[in-house]
């Protein structure tokens, strides 16, 4: 049982208004002063793990963290690496890179850092991230690369984060049948619609979300639609 924030991002993170959820993140972990980890494994598959690493690095940096590491976790055998897991334990804000998010999941389901991670989150630790690191997290994943869905990590039970929704959604023809086809293979999940830009944060009571960044978050529930936009809260329950 999660008791710790989480915070979930649609993507395009730092920079423009990604400053918001991420700030109001850091705030939540502790402050600026608390350790920063990020995992880069999702940008491992096209080696780009370094270089995004290194970017967030920079970008809580310049938020004023003081303390920001990108751990060498980029896939299942360094998952279980006694320093990865040692870094996770310490972080007070562990936050997950975009990039291909079925080569995420299968990178921490049953890894000691994924057990670290839950961890650190039940003592109150910030868990998220953006785009493939934000989509882990719920009980179910579409991999758009793969073309299927997969279990996610379950912290976010029975729903399905859609990112880059601006891009992606109702505007966007693909987007529609992306959104259809969920539908179709999960009738009874809530699909979580995040723009980019745009983050949300369980920071507004029991199970419920608040909004930040540019956009909104929509929520697909059965025959439903229901958008959120900056500022507002929704309700999604957490394992």
Not at 48 to 72: D, T, Y
Not at 158 to 166: E, K, L, T, V
Request: aromatic share 8%; net charge negative.
């Amino acid at each position: 049982m999660s008791t710790g924030y989480i915070l979930l991002e649609g993507g395009a993170e730092f920079g423009g208004r990604m400053e918001q959820p991420d700030r109001r993140a850091l705030q939540l972990a502790g402050g600026i002063h608390v350790p920063v980890a990020i995992i880069p494994a999702a940008a491992a598959p096209d080696n780009n793990h370094v270089r995004a690493g290194e970017n967030g690095i920079r970008w809580f940096r310049s938020l004023g963290a003081k303390e920001v590491a990108s751990l060498p976790l980029i896939d299942r055998q360094s998952a279980d690496r006694p320093d990865v897991v040692e870094a996770l334990t310490r972080a007070r804000f562990i936050y997950m890179l975009g990039g291909f998010p079925g080569h995420l999941a299968e990178s921490l389901a049953g890894s000691r850092s994924w057990e670290a991670i839950l961890s650190a989150n039940r003592d109150g630790a910030v868990v998220g991230g953006s785009s493939a690191g934000a989509m882990v997290l719920c009980q179910h994943l579409y991999d758009p690369y793969a073309g299927v869905l997969l279990p996610g990590l379950n912290l976010i039970p029975n729903a399905c984060i859609i990112p880059h929704h601006n891009r992606v959604g109702k505007n966007n023809r693909s987007g529609k049948n992306w959104i259809a086809q969920l539908h179709s293979l999960l009738p009874d999940c809530t699909l979580v619609g995040i723009d980019e830009q745009t983050g949300a944060i369980n920071d507004a009571g029991a199970d419920r979300w608040t909004v930040y960044g540019k956009g909104a978050v929509t929520l697909y529930q059965e025959n439903r639609i229901e958008p959120y936009p900056e500022n507002q809260t929704f309700y999604l329950p957490i394992g």
